[in-house]
């Protein structure tokens, strides 16, 4: 026993969890073996695992370009050219053909690297879910052993639901930029995304506060919400429909290795909103600010090296082999990185509105109506965009055309899920931490792993861009120390 707390408890709930996970890989597992049709338990290395032996048969592994995925830096199309040695023979063997050979060979080698790339998507959309959801699951298992000692730490606890948002808003900005650049000629546009997936997003949460068995939801949701959280609802829908499809056209635009360290400016921006602007705000309202009080010389430091370290690293240019070239520098500001700035400085009063609206009710009602409104907003934007765009009849149609498909379909439903994991667990996050630490450790970790999702998954070189990141490293824990 351990101050009246039996380890036989403790074992117990962990016991459980791992019970619980086991059975989810041993039943994910055994589908994909009836659905790949492996006929011996060998098959599962070359058949399953589809993220980690697909990738490295197919050129994914970090420090090589991929020849299926990924963006061409000289073209500027979602289908790099995979026929140069093609074309060389072809120059060889027959010049005068030349140019006709080409274009037969780069148009095959875009439907085949299209219909890869539509395979690829959906083993992709699994894999990176699948990491998630064992996370998550990870996650509150930490928790709840936490709540059974005497001394546990809400500080360690909001921690722990931090790191789940350290994976899981890189795997959304993955599934996000695959639906944004899937194809050049069906693009699917940033408002009708955000659109789809709140709303499929709000509708399933919605349904689960209605149908849990949980007596305090249950109750609550029978009681009058008072006046603060709607006019708190408002405010945050508003400026995540804005965030949310800025984000979408950042990642489209631009890569998510140049853009990602551009997040790191959010805690400053949280700092700098909690230090100046509300205890003026709390000032004129009467308001208590209790967050105020707790920034220090170590933890302002802490922020401005993590600033440091994300603008050089943004700052950095990879030449053709991975190295750094001295005459090769990035003189302004990537594609994409001023939208991501406004969302940094917006995320600062969503933080503390969301933090103050889960007060009032459950995290789980609170984002079941947010979405819903988001998505409202987002169709309203839309139609009034394409109402002065409208060039024939079907136009409007169309718009929503992409769900028909299974690719996009499997993309929406797994970013619908991973963005669900990841706004749950920030709300809780900033129920027991500030949003300050929050931002510092999404974003401080999130950054390491964007870079690197964004070589596996779309291409895109990071060599010479790793330097810079020790100072990041020292200053995330320098700040949530």
């Not at 861009?465 to 200053?475: E, V």
Request: a positive charge.
């Amino acid at each position: 026993q351990f101050a009246g707390y039996p380890f036989s408890q403790m074992s117990q709930q962990f016991r459980l969890q791992e019970r619980f996970v086991a059975r989810g890989v041993v039943l994910v597992v055994g589908v994909n073996l009836i659905r790949q049709r492996a006929e011996r338990p060998s098959d599962l290395v070359h058949r399953f695992l589809p993220l980690t032996t697909r990738m490295i048969a197919s050129g994914y592994a970090p420090g090589y370009r991929p020849r299926v995925v990924g963006v061409s830096a000289a073209r500027g199309h979602p289908f790099p050219n995979n026929n140069n040695d093609d074309n060389k023979n072809d120059n060889k063997n027959d010049n005068s053909n030349n140019n006709s050979n080409s274009n037969s060979n780069i148009s095959a080698g875009r439907g085949r690297s299209f219909r890869m790339l539509l395979e690829r998507r959906r083993s992709i959309a699994f894999g990176l879910t699948l990491l998630l959801a064992l996370t998550a699951i990870s996650t509150d298992a930490f928790e709840r052993g936490c709540k059974l000692l005497p001394a546990s730490s809400t500080h360690f606890q909001g921690l722990c639901w931090s790191s789940v948002a350290v994976v899981g808003k890189p795997v959304g900005s993955v599934l996000r930029k695959m639906l944004a650049t899937g194809r050049a000629d069906d693009a699917i546009g940033h408002s009708e995304q955000v659109a789809v997936f709140s709303l499929i997003q709000g509708l399933a949460v919605l349904a689960y506060c209605f149908f849990a068995h949980s007596e305090k939801n249950s109750s609550f949701m029978l009681l009058p919400l008072p006046m603060g959280f709607w006019a708190a609802l408002a405010a945050s829908s508003a400026l995540n429909a804005v965030i949310k499809t800025s984000e979408t056209r950042a990642y489209a635009i631009g890569e998510m290795s140049l853009i990602s360290p551009f997040l790191a400016l959010e805690p400053v921006m949280q700092l700098l909103v909690g230090a100046l602007l509300m205890p003026a705000l709390c000032g004129l309202c009467g308001w208590h600010c209790a967050e105020v009080a707790s920034f220090s010389l170590r933890r302002v430091l802490g922020v401005c090296s993590i600033v440091l370290g994300m603008l050089s690293l943004s700052s950095v240019k990879a030449g053709q082999n991975g190295t750094l070239s001295g005459q090769k520098r990035i003189r302004k500001l990537p594609r994409g990185s001023g939208l991501i700035m406004l969302n940094c400085f917006l995320y600062t009063f969503t933080y503390r509105i969301d933090a103050m609206a889960i007060g009032m009710a459950s995290s789980t009602c609170y984002l079941a109506f947010s979405r819903l409104l988001v998505a409202a907003l987002c169709m309203t934007a839309s139609s009034v965009r394409h109402s002065f765009r409208r060039a024939g009849s079907g136009e409007s149609e169309s718009r929503f055309a992409f769900m028909l498909q299974a690719s996009s379909a499997s993309c929406m439903l797994a970013l619908c899920f991973v963005d669900t994991v990841y706004i749950l667990s920030m709300y809780r996050a900033v129920s027991l931490i500030s949003p300050v630490f929050v931002s510092a450790v999404k974003r401080g970790g999130g950054v390491l792993i964007s870079a690197l999702l964004g070589a596996i998954c779309f291409g895109e070189r990071i060599g010479g861009r790793w330097q810079p990141l020790l100072p990041i490293a020292l200053g995330v824990v320098a700040l949530c120390a």
